[in-house]
């Protein structure tokens, strides 16, 4: 009976964990998609200000940012 009891917790156990490894159909973006896109983002100037130096400070780039790109969208284009 001890044995068995134990067998059956291994069996649910392992049976448990089963879907913890399964891999999905659907991983979103691929490396290269990812390195494309971070390599665009360069190129247009969104990553200049972020640095180890300054990340704490990202706050009001963001800000500053979204203003920009705000009046862009609105025809100011002015900095």
């Given at each position: ?21 399964a ?10 998609e ?9 190129s ?16 009001p ?15 100011g284009?002015?900095?």
């Amino acid at each position: 009976m001890k044995k068995m009891l134990i067998s059956g917790l291994v069996m649910s156990a392992l049976l448990a964990t089963a879907p913890a490894f399964a891999q999905s159909t659907s991983a979103g973006k691929t490396r290269a998609e990812v390195k494309a896109e971070l390599a665009s983002a360069r190129s247009a100037g969104d990553l200049d200000a972020i640095n180890s130096l300054s990340y704490p400070q990202l706050r009001p780039y963001q800000e500053r940012h979204a203003q920009l790109r705000a009046d862009m969208r609105d025809g100011g284009g002015s900095r």
